[in-house]
């Protein structure tokens, strides 16, 4: 079984930045696709990133309205899966979402129902 449990938000004036943990328990962590989502008030979650397994590469994947400001990162030794933010907005405020998968193939990394294993989520609020 996997459990994930995610770092703190918190409140963040537009432009400033973030960091962002999330902790796996369990085994074979370098084999699980992590990534991030996020449901900001009223709307839908949403992908944020991704970082693909070991043997896929470690490679990382982006939603545009995040390409270039936020940063996506794994460390095996910690077990931890990181999202860095930075030059933040406020419509990036939101509820953000660590997630694990195994098996996932490129073309599904976006998707919601790729993730079998789910943090409880952590409020980022942007505001001055």
């Known amino acids: 079984q996997v459990r994930l449990v995610e770092s703190a938000g918190g409140l963040v004036q537009p432009g400033g930045s973030l960091r962002l943990s999330c902790a796996h328990s369990g085994p074979s962590f370098d084999t699980y696709t992590m990534g991030w989502f996020r449901q900001a008030p009223g709307k839908e979650r949403e992908f944020v990133a991704t970082?693909?397994?070991?043997?896929?590469?470690?490679?990382?994947y982006y939603a545009d309205s995040v390409k270039g400001r936020f940063t996506i990162s794994r460390d095996s030794a910690e077990k931890t899966v990181y999202l860095q933010m930075t030059s933040l907005k406020p419509e990036d405020t939101a509820v953000y979402y660590c997630?694990?998968?195994?098996?996932?193939?490129?073309?599904?990394?976006?998707?919601?129902?790729?993730?079998?294993?789910w943090g409880q989520g952590t409020q980022v609020t942007v505001s001055s």
């Open positions: 997630a694990a998968g195994s098996g996932i193939i490129l073309s599904q990394v976006r998707f919601e129902s790729s993730y079998a294993y």
């Open positions: 970082i693909r397994a070991r043997a896929s590469g470690g490679r990382t």
